[in-house]
């Protein structure tokens, strides 16, 4: 069993003038405004579209993203429709062979639970007792998995025991008004802590980016 930290790989260049430029030009053709375009005017046409909730107009610029994480924060990603998904599929990716180095990758929750608001108050000692049960649990599930495949399980079959820290890979596609509705789910004080774990970093990460946009998440 092999424990890695979650992450994420912006697919996308980005070139965030670019993407306001193209928005301005877009969203002028509401209001024929075209003729009042300059070399600067892009960043506060865009933040007065979204200040007056006028995002339709942010929909006709996209990103994408790969998300390294558990297959439990996939499962609340994946709930985000206007998007397009492609993930790791556990049908098709058998763990025990050499191509995986023969064992299964999972999410390690040290930092999920350092964010988690409800276990904040407990002693360090029981934190590492539930990480000490955790770790266990997971190298479980491996001797099983490994074993239903020795014994001629298909890997479609012998995910069955697989646990929710399994490491996935997920790109999703959002366009930008998707992004920015995700972006206030799944930061908030609220979402679940390994989600959290993942977006805060990705959203100061779209803020340096992209001007604007997402100022006000």
């Known amino acids: 069993m092999n424990?890695?930290?979650?992450?994420?790989?912006?697919?996308?260049?980005?070139?965030?003038?670019?993407?306001?430029?193209?928005?301005?030009?877009?969203?002028?053709?509401?209001?024929?405004?075209?003729?009042?375009i300059t070399s600067d005017s892009a960043a506060k046409f865009v933040g007065g579209l979204i200040k007056r909730g006028h995002e339709a107009m942010i929909e006709h610029s996209s990103i994408t993203v790969?998300?390294?994480?558990?297959?439990?924060?996939?499962?609340?990603?994946?709930?985000?429709?206007?998007?397009?998904?492609?993930?790791?599929?556990?049908?098709?990716?058998?763990?025990?062979?050499?191509?995986?180095?023969?064992?299964?990758?999972?999410?390690?929750?040290?930092?999920?639970?350092?964010?988690?608001?409800?276990?904040?108050?407990?002693?360090?000692?029981?934190?590492?007792?539930?990480?000490?049960?955790?770790?266990q649990a997971m190298k479980d599930a491996e001797v099983h998995y490994i074993k239903m495949i020795e014994l001629g399980a298909t890997p479609q079959m012998a995910r069955s025991v697989l646990p929710n820290s399994l490491k996935t890979e997920i790109v999703v596609t959002m366009n930008m008004r998707e992004w920015r509705h995700f972006f206030k789910?799944?930061?908030?004080?609220?979402?679940?802590?390994?989600?959290?774990?993942?977006?805060?970093?990705?959203?100061?990460?779209?803020?340096?980016l992209i001007p604007v946009m997402f100022d006000d998440i």
């Open 3 to 36: 424990c890695i930290k979650p992450g994420f790989i912006i697919e996308s260049e980005i070139d965030g003038d670019k993407i306001l430029k193209q928005i301005e030009k877009v969203a002028r053709t509401c209001y024929k405004s075209e003729d009042r």
């Open 66 to 135: 790969r998300f390294i994480c558990d297959r439990g924060v996939s499962h609340e990603i994946v709930r985000h429709r206007v998007a397009s998904f492609g993930q790791e599929s556990t049908r098709y990716c058998n763990y025990s062979n050499s191509k995986f180095g023969n064992e299964i990758n999972v999410i390690d929750i040290e930092g999920g639970v350092k964010l988690d608001t409800k276990m904040k108050d407990l002693p360090p000692e029981i934190v590492s007792q539930i990480v000490e049960e955790w770790a």
């Open 185 to 208: 789910l799944r930061t908030d004080i609220a979402a679940h802590p390994q989600m959290r774990e993942l977006t805060l970093p990705l959203l100061a990460e779209f803020k340096k």
